[in-house]
C-alpha cells in the first residue's frame, strides 16, 4: 500500500504542477495586457471587467470551486483522503491543462520585458511565489508557518497532502493573477514615479545645454505619425533633424529620445505628442517646451477616455498655448476646431495649411498604384505659386498631412522646389496605407489604429480603383466610447456606397455594427465575416487572383481580442 500512497502523492504533485504552469502562462498574458495599456491601473481594470468572463476568472474555475465545495459539505465524511486526492488530480488535469488561450504565438504586440516591466514582473512573482508556499506549506505540513499540524481531515490520513486545502488554495491564486499584478504595479508606484521623474530632469538639463536647438512638436487625434514623418524627410535636406520613431509620443518615450538619441549637432528635435487623457500634452510640453507646434486635427480618437470632443479639442489646445513666445502655429485650416486655435495664443505666428483653404493647399488630386499626385499652392507677398506632388503615399489625409509639414519646411527657409524632391522620396509609414505588392495582389496595408475620417479614406481610395476586385478586411474600429457602435455602422454605410466586391469583417461580435450598416443600404455586397485575422487570410487566398486590390483596414490589438 505504500507504493500506492507514493503515486497518490506524485500525482497530486504533477496537478499542482499542472496548475502552476497554468499560473505562469495567466501571469505572462496579464502583464502583457497591463503593458498594453500603458501600466494604467484604471484602464487596465476596466479591461479585466470587460473580459471578466473571458479572461479574468474562467468557466473552470467555476466548476472547480463548485464541485469540490459540494464534494466537501456533502461528503466529507464518506470520501477518504485517498478518493479526495484522486478526484481532485483528475480535475486538475483536465481543466487545467490547456493554456492555449494565454499562449503569446500569434501575439500581434508581444510582451517587451523592459526595465520596468522586469522590476513588476519579479514583485509580481514574489508575491505569487509567498502565497503558493503558504498553501503548499499549509496543505502538508505547517512548519514554515507555524501551524503545529497540516490543515487536514485526519493527521493519520496515509497521503502526505490535504488534496482539498492544496487545490482551493491553487485555484484561488490561479484566479487572481490579475489582483497579484495590480498590487504588485501598486507597491512600485512610488519607485516609478522616482524614476520617471529622474528622466524628466535628465532630459529637460540635455535641452537645457542645447539653447539653439529648435524643438517642433506634432500632435492631433491622427495623422500625427505621418506628419512627423514627412517633416522629418524635408527638414533633412537642409538640417541635422532628431525626431522621435514610430509612436514614442508619451513621456518617458520622449526622455528616451532626448537622453540617448539626441546629439549636440543637431539642429531640429521634432517630436509627436500623445494624449489619452486631459493634462496629457501640457505634461509633455514641462519636458521639451516646442518653438513650433503643429496640430494636425481634433477627431474621435481616445473618445472613451477623453468623453467628448470638446475635451479632446481642449487638450489638443494645451499645444498652441505652450509654444514659445513668438514662435510658430501651424494649424489644419481645414478643421474649424484647429483653425480656431490661433485665438489660443495672440503671440505665435500662425501658419494655416488645408487641402480646401489656407495659406497651403492643394488641388488636381489623384491616386494609382504608384501613389498620389497633386499641385500644392503656396500662398506668398508676389501672390500664389504651384508646385506639382508626386508622392507613394495614399489618401486625402496624406496629402493634408503633407501640407502641414510643407508649412513648417517653408516657415524654416526650404523652397518648394526642394520640398517636392524630398516629398518624391518618402516611403509609407508602415501599416498606413502602405502599398505592397504580393502573389499579384495589390495589397493596401491601413492597419495601424483606424479612426472614423482615416477609414472613411481608405474605402474612398479603394473605390478609386478600376483594375481588378477591390476587397476590404477589417474588424472595425475601437476606443470611440458612447459613439463606437454609431461610427462603426457608419462605416458599413460607407462600405456598402463604395461598391467593392467583398468585405470580411473579423469578428462577429465586434463588427455587428458594421454589418448592420451594410445591409441598411440595400445593396449587393458580398459579406463574409470570420473569427480572426488567420482565417480571413486564408479566405482572401482562396477568393482573389492577380490584379485585385485588398485593403487591411485596422488590426485591432490583442486587448481586444474576442
Known amino acids: 500500500m505504500n507504493l500506492y500512497y507514493s503515486l497518490l502523492d506524485a500525482l497530486l504533485l504533477i496537478s499542482a504542477g499542472v496548475l502552476l504552469r497554468h499560473s505562469w502562462y495567466r501571469s505572462r498574458y496579464f502583464l502583457q495586457m497591463f503593458q498594453q495599456h500603458g501600466y494604467k491601473q484604471g484602464e487596465f481594470s476596466d479591461w479585466l471587467v470587460r473580459h471578466l468572463h473571458t479572461r479574468m476568472i474562467l468557466a473552470e474555475h467555476y466548476l472547480f470551486l463548485i464541485i469540490i465545495t459540494a464534494l466537501m459539505v456533502l461528503m466529507s465524511e464518506r470520501v477518504t483522503m485517498s478518493v479526495a486526492t484522486l478526484v481532485v488530480s483528475m480535475f486538475m488535469l483536465f481543466w487545467f491543462s490547456g493554456v492555449s488561450r494565454f499562449r503569446p504565438e500569434q501575439d500581434k504586440k508581444p510582451l517587451v520585458f523592459t526595465p520596468r516591466m522586469t522590476r513588476l514582473a519579479a514583485v509580481h512573482g514574489l508575491l505569487v511565489l509567498i502565497m503558493v508556499l503558504v498553501v503548499v506549506d499549509l496543505a502538508y505540513t505547517g512548519q514554515l508557518t507555524g501551524t503545529p499540524l497540516a490543515i487536514r481531515t485526519s493527521s493519520l490520513s496515509p497521503v502526505a497532502a490535504d488534496p482539498w486545502f492544496l487545490s482551493f488554495g491553487l485555484i484561488l491564486i490561479d484566479l487572481s493573477i490579475p489582483l497579484y499584478l495590480k498590487l504588485a504595479a501598486w507597491l512600485l508606484k512610488p519607485v516609478e514615479n522616482r524614476i520617471q521623474e529622474g528622466f524628466k530632469r535628465q532630459a529637460r538639463s540635455r535641452l537645457a545645454q542645447m539653447p539653439d536647438l529648435k524643438v517642433i512638436a506634432i500632435t492631433g487625434s491622427y495623422g500625427k505619425t505621418s506628419t512627423k514623418m514627412l517633416l ?83 487638450e489638443k489646445g494645451t499645444l498652441a498655448r505652450e509654444v514659445s513666445h513668438g514662435g510658430l502655429l501651424v494649424l489644419n485650416a481645414d478643421d474649424p476646431a484647429v483653425d480656431s486655435m490661433a485665438e489660443l495664443n495672440p503671440d505665435a505666428r500662425v501658419v494655416r495649411a488645408g487641402v480646401e483653404r489656407g495659406d497651403l493647399r492643394a488641388d488636381e488630386i489623384s491616386y494609382s498604384g504608384e501613389g498620389t499626385r497633386f499641385s500644392m499652392i503656396t500662398r506668398g507677398s508676389s501672390g500664389e505659386e504651384r508646385t506639382p506632388i508626386s508622392m507613394k503615399l495614399l489618401g486625402l489625409h496624406n496629402v493634408q ?35 505592397k505588392r504580393r502573389n499579384g495582389l495589390t495589397i493596401i496595408d491601413d492597419a495601424f ?70 445591409r441598411s443600404r440595400g445593396r449587393e455586397t458580398r459579406v463574409e465575416v470570420v473569427d480572426s485575422l488567420f482565417e480571413a487570410n486564408e479566405l482572401v487566398q482562396r477568393e482573389t487572383s492577380e490584379g485585385d486590390v485588398v485593403l487591411y483596414e485596422n488590426d485591432l490589438p490583442d486587448t481586444y481580442n474576442e
Not at 483606424?450 to 483594375?467: D, K
Open 232 to 314: 522629418d524627410a524635408l527638414l533633412r535636406e537642409r538640417y541635422h533633424v532628431c525626431s522621435t520613431p514610430g509612436s514614442y509620443n508619451t513621456p518617458m518615450g520622449i526622455c528616451k529620445v532626448i537622453n540617448n538619441d539626441l546629439e549636440p549637432s543637431h539642429q531640429i528635435l521634432i517630436l509627436e505628442m500623445g494624449a489619452r487623457y486631459e493634462g496629457n500634452i501640457l505634461e509633455l510640453c514641462r519636458i521639451a517646451r516646442p518653438d513650433v507646434s503643429v496640430i494636425t486635427n481634433v477627431g474621435k480618437a481616445h473618445l472613451e477616455s477623453f468623453g467628448s470632443e470638446e475635451a479632446i479639442a481642449r
Open 401 to 435: 498631412n503633407f501640407l502641414m509639414a510643407a508649412a513648417v519646411a517653408r516657415s524654416l527657409g526650404i523652397r518648394p522646389a526642394t520640398i517636392a524632391l524630398a516629398a518624391s522620396r518618402v516611403e509609407p509609414v508602415e501599416h498606413r496605407l502602405e502599398l
Open 449 to 518: 489604429n483606424s479612426n472614423p475620417e482615416g477609414a472613411r479614406n481608405a474605402v474612398e481610395i479603394l473605390a478609386g480603383f478600376q483594375s481588378g476586385r477591390r476587397v476590404i478586411i477589417t474588424p472595425g474600429m475601437v476606443e470611440l466610447g458612447e459613439l463606437q457602435e454609431e461610427e462603426n455602422r457608419k462605416f458599413g454605410e460607407r462600405i456598402a456606397d463604395a461598391g467593392l466586391d467583398l468585405v470580411v469583417l473579423v469578428g462577429r461580435r465586434q463588427t455587428a455594427p458594421i454589418l448592420e450598416g451594410i
